[in-house]
């Protein structure tokens, strides 16, 4: 069983940045496969940024250059920085990752990129 608590969310104006933190239990969190997803809505959940146990990362072409994900195995979170932020950018945050058959979910944060 994992749990994953999602926060850093809030209200910034366009060209702002925010980080995301999100605090995971579990004694293998080093290896685990992270990801951020993001859902705005009226619009299905899709993949933000993924970073891998050595910390390689994926992005969604729509964050590349403005987003940055990364990870403190030390300290089981990973984070998400998002700078350049647009009011595009508005939605619901997870955390997600997958074990075995498992996907785990946090609660979710909301951005809202609005002047």
């Known amino acids: 069983q994992v749990q994953l608590v999602e926060s850093g969310g809030g209200l910034v104006q366009p060209g702002g940045s925010l980080r995301l933190s999100c605090a995971a239990s579990?004694?293998?969190?080093?290896?685990?496969?992270m990801d951020w997803y993001r859902q705005a809505p009226g619009k299905q959940r899709e993949l933000v940024a993924s970073?891998?146990?050595?910390?390689?990362?994926n992005y969604a072409d729509s964050v590349k250059g403005r987003f940055t994900i990364s990870r403190d195995n030390a300290k089981n979170t990973v984070y998400l920085q998002m700078d350049s932020l647009k009011p595009e950018d508005t939605a619901v945050y997870y955390c997600n990752t997958k074990i075995a058959t498992m996907n785990y979910w946090g609660q979710g944060t909301q951005v809202t990129v609005s002047s």
């Open positions: 579990g004694s293998l969190f080093s290896i685990y496969v």
């Open positions: 970073i891998t146990g050595l910390g390689t990362t």
